[in-house]
């Protein structure tokens, strides 16, 4: 089973990814073609991609994460759109968080913490998380070479910035086919702390 572990985001936030969708393809038409667009009705925040893992050690860490979290509840509101990793290399564009990136550090931390605890035969993260919501990932780097910095980077777009409340992860188990992903809920974990 290929998993992961994700924070899902509200309506509202997603329809303010897709406004800055059409943003940058209005302002840099060629963007339209050159990446490829994750479906907004699937969006979400990837705490931990966890790989393939048998069903009796998916089992386990389902129970591990439903176990309740002692994070409390917390906003998130997004921030402008940009380049991951960075303007000059552009790989992914995604949506960073003006408010609540470091409750979902710290949520990163408490699920890689029950990773450790329950699949100790998963390797750990050998990069630092950072939290962001995925619009698109560049189908070839070199044409993306051609973008002039200043062009490639986003530009503002007027849609006001919701918020949303985020009390619990999913895991999720991702089937692929020629037609893009689609996600199956296993297991949720509910945040339980007192803020």
């Known amino acids: ?59 386990r860490f389902r129970l591990a994460l439903e176990a309740p979290l002692p994070q409390p509840p917390f906003l998130i509101e997004p921030a402008e759109p940009h380049w991951l990793p960075d303007v000059k290399r552009p790989r992914v564009f995604v949506l960073g968080f003006r408010q609540g990136a470091d ?12 990773v450790r605890a329950t699949l100790p035969m998963i390797e750990p993260e050998d990069r630092v998380f950072l939290p ?5 990932r560049v189908r ?32 999720y188990q991702s089937h692929l086919s020629p037609k893009g992903p689609t996600y199956v809920a296993l297991a949720r974990g509910m945040l339980t702390g007192a803020a």
Request: aromatic share 4%; hydrophobic share 40%.
């Open 103 to 114: 409750g979902l550090r710290a949520l990163y931390d408490t699920v890689e913490d029950r």
């Open 132 to 136: 962001h919501l995925t619009l698109a």
């Open 1 to 59: 089973m290929r998993l992961f572990v994700a924070v899902d985001v509200s309506d509202e936030v997603r329809a303010y990814a897709e406004a800055a969708r059409r943003a940058v393809c209005r302002r840099m038409p060629r963007l339209e073609r050159e990446l490829r667009w994750v479906d907004v009705r699937q969006m979400h925040v990837t705490l931990r991609f966890l790989g393939e893992v048998d069903e009796a050690n998916a089992d």
């Open 140 to 171: 070839d780097p070199r044409l993306m070479r051609t973008v002039p910095a200043t062009d490639a980077a986003p530009g503002h777009h007027d849609e006001p910035r919701p918020t949303a409340r985020i009390d619990r992860v999913t895991l």
